[in-house]
């Protein structure tokens, strides 16, 4: 097979790799998108629920982590999102021909709520771009020969090699490898000399003692408080759904409140309170139990929070908390504490938290031990909170890399 060459060739097709090809200039040269898997965006198309939450109405606030709890990389963030934010994602996708509206939580989503339609829109300005793409196409070695990238790629009918003046790696991380994420890219950047930090599975669902929950499998609590403390000392509080699960428990509150214990799981002793009830005060639900006792003392103890909470968690609260008396019970319905196990891994997990520190790269995201290699999206040690977060961060680095790369062109014509 003949060698071919590219101005710039990216290496997987994700996110950060559609939004690439989708704004690359083809007159600077070829561009080349290669994609392990048989199809574009496989886990775009099935990105919230499905429904494809691609940004949010608080990006640019400090919804961004690194591993090392780095302010430097974490200043550097809010830098390229005051470039590339949400307001230019959302002008780019609606150029091409799509609509996207916010929900009461901020959360940016297609007007048909499908998440397929962000990755359709992407192929289709790619094609028209002119951008070349290649499928089952799976990276192999990365290495520079000549003051040029060669690219090794095995494919159904065997190696192919490429040449590019410009490499992107856009592989993603190692969550969820049913999408083909299995850390390859890491091995790849690890040719030059690039480190990664410490990695965890991040927007997760948890694992939990689940002596006090083995009746609740199943049971959705809307709008609860939750609550998670290291070592004692709370962390963050966020509200949202939290379902009971025969592991421990998932839901939307779980998801979001995994991406601030990810990385304490293992030093920390990590625990989830869950308030039942947060728009009612201690109080109010002191007195309303106390009167009903009162009125109805032939009630059998454990249908005491009948008509207060879902049945079932009323008996496991009643079960738990219940012989110590009313103050005891209210506390539990305020704060029904949970230890943390662990979490359902990276094969349940939506994204990676930790990858290659910021400060292995210049300031447009180019590795500093190669001219020419660039990071963007997943790979990076950048993670965000649940909410669209994420893919916000595939396009805003996907965008610092390619206008590195075309100024670089454009400043030889």
């Not at 640019?60 to 999102?81: I, N, P």
């Not at 030059?192 to 599975?201: I, M």
């Not at 196990?341 to 290659?356: M, N, R």
Request: proline share 2%; glycine share 12%; hydrophobic share 40%.
């Amino acid at each position: 097979m003949g060698m071919k060459n590219y101005s710039t060739l990216i290496i997987g097709g994700g996110a950060a790799g559609l939004f690439l090809a989708a704004n690359a200039a083809t007159e600077y040269g070829k561009v080349l998108l290669l994609e392990r898997g048989e199809r574009l965006g496989k886990k775009l198309s099935s990105t919230g629920n499905g429904q494809g939450n691609i940004t949010n109405a608080r990006v640019g606030e400090a919804a961004y982590f690194s591993v090392r709890g780095d302010k430097t990389q974490e200043k550097q963030v809010q830098g390229y999102l005051a470039r590339y934010g949400r307001k230019e994602l959302l002008a780019f996708l609606e150029r091409l021909g799509g609509l996207f509206l916010p929900d009461e939580r901020g959360r940016y989503y297609p007007a048909g709520r499908q998440a397929s339609a962000i990755t359709d829109l992407l192929r289709y300005e790619i094609a028209s771009r002119g951008v070349e793409v290649q499928t089952g196409a799976y990276v192999q070695s990365l290495q520079k020969v000549g003051g040029r990238y060669e690219v090794k790629a095995k494919m159904a009918e065997g190696v192919r090699t490429y040449f590019a003046e410009n490499v992107v790696v856009c592989t993603g991380g190692k969550a969820a490898k049913n999408f083909g994420t299995d850390g390859n890219g890491y091995i790849l950047a690890s040719a030059f000399s690039h480190t990664t930090t410490a990695l965890y599975p991040a927007l997760v669902q948890l694992k939990t003692d689940v002596r006090h929950t083995k009746t609740l499998k199943g049971i959705r609590v809307m709008d609860a408080r939750l609550t998670a403390t290291v070592d004692g000392k709370p962390v963050q509080s966020l509200t949202g759904d939290v379902i009971f699960t025969d592991y421990g428990v998932s839901g939307d509150a779980v998801f979001r409140i995994s991406s601030f214990v990810a990385d304490k799981l293992d030093s920390g002793k990590v625990s989830l309170l869950i308030d039942l009830l947060p728009t009612v005060e201690k109080e109010q639900l002191l007195t309303i139990l106390t009167e009903k006792q009162k009125n109805y003392p032939q009630l059998p103890k454990a249908e005491l929070l009948c008509g207060i909470l879902n049945n079932q968690v009323g008996r496991a609260v009643m079960k738990r908390y219940g012989e110590e008396g009313l103050s005891a019970v209210v506390d539990g319905v305020k704060g029904f504490a949970l230890p943390v196990l662990g979490s359902l891994g990276f094969d349940y997990a939506q994204i990676t938290k930790g990858g290659i520190p910021l400060a292995e790269l210049d300031e447009r995201l180019q590795s500093r031990n190669a001219e020419g290699l660039y990071f963007a999206g997943e790979i990076l040690d950048v993670d965000g909170e649940c909410g669209g977060f994420n893919l916000q961060w595939a396009y805003t680095s996907a965008m610092v890399c390619l206008e590195a790369i075309e100024e670089k062109y454009r400043s030889k014509i």
